[in-house]
């Protein structure tokens, strides 16, 4: 029986098989768990009861907890005439079509479902009670809670004893049924989770079918990673794909996105929990010849710096392409910049070429703090970024260099500002609308930009030779390799998004993706194609090393020091009063 005290009574626990762990966190009136709240039970109408006279069957049970009454309903276990012994007027109520709780008996079944309208353990109590009081249990009571009891989040042993409740059951020797997975509790205290609550991330494993319940989103506790780490392709796998041990990443048909299963055979240890880095053996879970999760065979280097005019990219610099073209660009740039200041500066007769840009530095961090400022910023907004003085000149030049330009600017803008939201804003949802190449909004603006591109260039190649046609002989032609590169790297970066998308079979969304959409269709179907993704990839990523690396010696220099010299002359120009 219920021992009273102070202020509070007792709650009599949910009484059947409890082979799980502790909900975390105090257990609502409609949850259909194995826990209970005892500060509510005591100021229940029923607590004055005792575990047992309702739970009478228990005593008789051979095995207690039974693994296999954890995947049942609650509904499996309730018996109306448990009630009815005591509520003996309401079976003649249901039974004579009378009224009950206000309403009309109709279906004389459905109201003798009783747990469907009122919750025993709580019938008459508040919906929450302080959970410090103070609640005593009779001895037979008490050992019924050593399962049942719902642990308080304030408790501090609380890690040790879902823990203790969760192993009851999933620890290795516990004799259990080969469907249930058991652990071995040596290993798991070495994985990084060992210090936390079972049920931080297995929230619902108190509740009834036990085996349906789900664990908690990873990124409750840790923010997702940025580019460099998991690529933007990774934002549709989840984290125990790559994480857990012990488990096959498998492609949701519906949704694309990669998820996992396990592969311990039933009545084997399972490793699920011993964590591991991704990574090496990690990343062939998806990265194989041949593969039908949608993943490129080869495991690819993350988008460089180099990448970042045109992806969201990250600051890294790791990989042969990137290295190589970086290198030979420092060395172009070096040689230009050591013969722009080979010269002097007016009224100096020097010719130190170190000299003479720390003066140039100097003049220009001077510059910044100063009136000029203003002259600077407006020259750029309207000569740089809106093109203003190349339109005066020629609308239609204007036209094609903006069909080439404008589509970089968009695209750097946007990856500049995925790389700094995906990695200090990541609970910012847009953040990774950025990345996600199948949303609508970012697979319509690429496409979109990347085929404006291929329009100026194209226009601009057809001008090119309509000009040589007229050209005074001497003068110089137009830079064909540059605009062959950039070209290049465009129409290749279609074929790679056709191919991505055939790969992972993207849906809908990425039919706004109208040109990679349209071209995967001609990879539909086709075999080895993840196993050429990575060769495909590789090219572009060439193409675009050798105009990085061409640039300095190209006549596209001067997207680099049109700027420059603009800002240097606003910088220089005498204000009119």
């Not at 984290?239 to 949704?255: G, K, M």
């Amino acid at each position: 029986m219920v021992l009273k005290t102070m202020k509070t009574k007792i709650r009599i626990l949910p009484g059947l098989a409890a082979c799980a762990v502790i909900l975390f966190f105090t257990v609502s009136s409609t949850s259909a768990g194995w826990r209970i709240d005892t500060a509510r039970f005591a100021q229940s109408i029923h607590s004055d009861l005792s575990c047992v006279d309702c739970h009478y069957d228990i005593e008789d049970l051979e095995r207690h907890p039974d693994p296999a009454n954890v995947r049942k309903k609650m509904s499996d276990f309730f018996q109306a005439d448990t009630c009815l012994d005591c509520h003996e007027d309401v079976r003649g109520q249901i039974e004579e079509d009378e009224e009950h709780g206000g309403e009309a008996v109709t279906d004389a079944d459905e109201f003798f479902n009783c747990i469907s309208c009122h919750d025993p353990h709580y019938e008459g109590a508040p919906d929450s009670v302080d959970a410090d009081e103070t609640v005593e249990f009779s001895e037979g009571d008490q050992a019924c809670l050593t399962c049942h009891r719902a642990v308080s989040p304030n408790d501090a042993d609380a890690v040790a004893k879902n823990r203790d409740f969760c192993f009851s059951c999933h620890a290795v020797g516990k004799d259990m049924p080969a469907f249930v997975p058991v652990m071995n509790v040596d290993e798991y205290a070495q994985t990084p989770h060992a210090s936390l609550d079972c049920m931080i991330c297995h929230p619902a494993a108190d509740r009834y079918e036990h085996h349906l319940q789900t664990a908690s989103d990873c990124t409750q506790c840790h923010t997702p990673h940025e580019e460099s780490v998991a690529h933007e392709a990774h934002a549709g796998v989840s984290c125990e794909s790559c994480h857990l041990a012990d488990v096959l990443p498998v492609r949701d048909r519906e949704t694309n996105d990669i998820l996992w299963q396990r592969t311990a055979l039933p009545g084997t240890v399972s490793k699920l929990h011993n964590l591991q880095k991704p990574g090496g053996d990690g990343c062939v879970r998806c990265h194989f010849d041949g593969n039908s999760l949608g993943a490129a065979a080869m495991v690819l280097p993350p988008k460089s710096i180099m990448c970042m005019p045109c992806h969201t990219a990250t600051l890294s610099a790791t990989d042969v392409t990137t290295v190589s073209a970086l290198a030979v660009f420092a060395v172009g740039m070096l040689g230009f910049v050591s013969l722009w200041f080979s010269g002097s500066f007016a009224g100096d007769s020097g010719t130190n070429v170190v000299g003479n840009i720390l003066k140039a530095a100097i003049h220009a961090v001077k510059t910044l703090f100063s009136p000029k400022l203003k002259t600077i910023v407006t020259t750029l907004w309207y000569d740089v970024l809106l093109q203003r003085r190349l339109y005066r000149r020629s609308p239609g030049r204007w036209a094609i260099h903006a069909l080439i330009f404008w589509p970089f600017v968009i695209r750097f803008t946007w990856a500049v500002i995925a790389l700094v939201t995906t990695n200090w804003m990541k609970s910012w949802p847009l953040a990774w609308v950025l990345i996600d190449k199948n949303h609508p909004v970012t697979a319509f603006v690429f496409d979109l930009t990347g085929l404006c591109l291929l329009i100026g260039i194209g226009i601009a190649f057809f001008r090119g030779f309509e000009a040589d046609k007229t050209r005074t002989a001497g003068l110089p032609q137009q830079d064909r390799l540059a605009l062959a590169l950039i070209g290049g790297i465009a129409l290749v970066g279609f074929v790679l998004e056709g191919m991505r998308i055939a790969m992972t079979g993207a849906q809908e969304p990425a039919c706004y993706a109208f040109i990679g959409y349209y071209m995967s269709k001609l990879f539909a179907g086709m075999t080895g194609i993840t196993d050429i993704y990575g060769y495909v990839w590789y090219l572009h990523a060439i193409l675009t090393g050798a105009f990085v690396a061409y640039l300095p010696f190209s006549k596209m220099m001067h997207i680099i020091m049109s700027p420059v010299v603009m800002a240097m002359n606003a910088a220089t120009k005498k204000e009119h009063h």
